[in-house]
């Protein structure tokens, strides 16, 4: 046993019953998830009730389907200005790192208006948005999703925090 694995059941045996089992079922969820190590996230989730598992799937799945699904190829074959600069001579991979960077940026801005939680520029209007965690069953935890927008770049698959984006 190393160091970090005797750290891992050191922490877990000094924490209460339900909270230990938590932070276990965490560590295989994030073990499956391909998470090397997760085990700031589970305190986090345990100690400060902030639902990290849910937040790394939500981001995690943002990236790869709305920004790395257009590395895939023929990504490009469904947009018509796309096939168009490409006949006319456009490098393809410039041209995908532009979609990625464009479909990032959306992203980004998509979740910092959810974590905004309503329209700054609508004065006098009573409404808006959370994002929150849901059970297996899809029914609410009642544990918001908070800046969202602040982890996108730490979610990138390639574990290059979007830096490919701007070359």
């Known amino acids: 046993m190393n160091d970090q694995q005797s750290a891992w059941l050191e922490w877990v045996k000094g924490l209460p019953p339900t909270q230990g089992a938590a932070a276990e079922w965490l560590r295989v969820q994030f073990g499956v998830l391909g998470v090397a190590d997760p085990v700031d996230l589970i305190k986090s989730e345990v100690l400060e009730d902030l639902p990290q598992l849910a937040r ?10 709305a920004i790395d699904a257009w590395s895939e190829p023929g990504s490009l074959d469904q947009l018509p200005a796309a096939q168009r600069l490409l006949a006319a001579g456009a490098d393809e991979e410039d041209l995908v790192r532009l979609v ?3 479909a990032y940026e959306a992203v980004f801005v998509t979740l910092d208006e959810l974590d905004t939680g309503t329209e700054v520029n609508a004065t006098g209007v009573d409404a808006g948005w959370v994002v929150m965690e849901s059970g297996a069953d899809g029914s609410p935890t009642g544990r918001t ?3 969202l927008h602040e982890d996108l770049l ?7 925090e979007g830096a490919d984006l701007w070359e």
């Open 100 to 102: 990625r960077a464009v």
């Open 145 to 147: 999703l908070a800046g």
């Open 56 to 65: 790394f799937v939500l981001l995690r799945s943002l990236w790869r389907g």
């Open 154 to 160: 730490t979610m990138d698959p390639g574990g290059r």
